[in-house]
């Protein structure tokens, strides 16, 4: 299964402003570039290179204030791209084909009631903060188990896999605040590379889905174009 962005990495994005950098891919519709300096770009740097190489980071212009005390003010929506380990290709769509029958596989036999599964997920996770900002105290992110809205092919170089899952923060002094949010994870055969990307949008209502899955599915296909 598709392990979800992470959420801003913990706060770390609570500020920030969005300034022109050199995409390597094209970005998706409504988002603009992340500030290369920023918080964001850091912890995708440093908590998604297990993956491969980070390629660009996009974010809204809209902030989205989260559930808890004060008003703490996070990017709405945010996206990612990753090169998926190059040194293992070059990829081919025999390749995009297998990733599609393993992942749809571990969302059919995933277990939600998994608890010891998701408490190292969280472990995991939490760790990855704490190494992406080591110059601060990050908040501890407690993981609810997703919810799977739907798993799908986009032409036949790519696929995409949207989901809803629940997050709670707890900040440096206690103070806990909540998220809702929809994820969108997908991989794209683009010539013989292999781009990872991952949308994460904060949830108000059920449009927010199909904003996230038609986004999605507008920039696989820009990828594999």
Request: include cysteine.
């Amino acid at each position: 299964m598709h392990t979800s962005p992470l959420f801003c990495i913990a706060f770390a994005c609570l500020v920030g402003s969005a300034v022109a950098q050199t995409p390597a891919v094209p970005a998706p519709a409504g988002l603009v570039p992340c500030d290369p300096r920023g918080a964001l770009v850091r912890g995708m740097q440093a908590t998604l290179s297990m993956f491969g190489h980070p390629l660009a980071c996009y974010t809204s212009t809209e902030s989205w204030t989260l559930q808890g005390p004060g008003k703490k003010s996070v990017p709405r929506e945010y996206a990612f791209a990753i090169d998926v380990n190059p040194a293992f290709g070059p990829y081919s769509r025999s390749d995009v084909d297998a990733m599609y029958a393993k992942v749809s596989e571990q969302w059919r036999t995933y277990q939600p009631a998994d608890r010891a599964r998701l408490e190292e997920y969280t472990r995991s996770v939490n760790a990855a903060l704490a190494k992406s900002l080591p110059q601060q105290p990050a908040a501890n992110l407690q993981l609810q188990p997703p919810l799977l809205v739907s798993i799908e092919r986009v032409g036949i170089g790519a696929y995409l896999v949207v989901s809803i899952r629940k997050r709670t923060f707890t900040a440096p002094g206690g103070a806990q605040y909540a998220s809702t949010a929809v994820e969108a994870a997908g991989m794209a055969l683009r010539g013989s590379s292999l781009v990872r990307i991952e949308v994460h949008r904060e949830m108000a209502g059920s449009s927010d889905v199909a904003i996230v899955h038609d986004g999605a599915d507008a920039w696989l296909k820009k990828l594999t174009q």
